[in-house]
């Protein structure tokens, strides 16, 4: 075998051993087939189709896996994509419980959860509280003010961009792997094809 051909095939090999997961963390695998607008997501609560990060969330906010656009927190302009900055709003902030349930007699925990970004008409009362934060935005653009109701966690109110893919991606976890064999693969062929002649 050609010995350039030989390095490819060892790389695959060793691309493939690589991504055997740890038998102490097992996590089952994503759904083979979701339906149209659905991600197949895996965790340690199981494997189910949950709907796609939407793609035209309003300026401030960013999709997640479910369907919801969240707060897009950031720290510095290198959390956020090419043309956004990392800007400061002040956003509406309530402190919610954190349970372990594999210790439920553990010392209760809790967390600030980011639900909505302050401003007129967008009420954060009581528990609650306006706090600074950073977001990311497009150049020119300002965040969207919007507070979802008291006990609602989702931004469902929250009106979207009309038009444009507002941050569109492509590809799936596993991609650069899945492009490295496919090539590596073309590579041995050819290189195989070659000697043969």
């Known amino acids: 075998m050609h010995r350039f051909a030989r390095i490819l095939l060892g790389l695959a090999v060793a691309m493939l051993a690589r991504t055997e997961p740890a038998r102490a963390d097992v996590v089952g695998p994503k759904p083979?087939?979701?339906?149209?607008?659905?991600?197949?997501?895996?965790s340690h609560e199981g494997s189910r189709c949950e709907k796609k990060a939407p793609t035209n969330c309003p300026p401030g906010w960013g999709g997640v896996i479910g369907g919801e656009c969240r707060i897009a927190t950031c720290r510095s302009d290198r959390d956020c994509a090419g043309d956004e900055t990392c800007d400061e709003v002040m956003a509406c902030i309530e402190t919610r419980p954190l349970f372990d349930r594999r210790h439920p007699l553990a010392m209760p925990m809790s967390y600030d959860a980011e639900l909505g970004i302050c401003g007129p008409g967008a009420a954060c009362d009581a528990p609650r509280r306006c706090e600074k934060r950073s977001v990311c935005v497009r150049g020119g653009e300002v965040a969207t003010v919007y507070v979802p109701p008291p006990g609602q966690y989702e931004a469902t109110g929250l009106p979207r961009r009309s038009s444009g893919c507002g941050g569109c991606a492509v590809g799936e976890e596993g991609g650069a792997a899945t492009t490295?064999?496919?090539g590596a693969a073309f590579a041995l062929a050819r290189a195989t094809r070659r000697k043969g002649k």
């Open 180 to 182: 490295f064999l496919v």
């Open 32 to 42: 083979f087939f979701c339906g149209p607008g659905k991600v197949g997501v895996s």
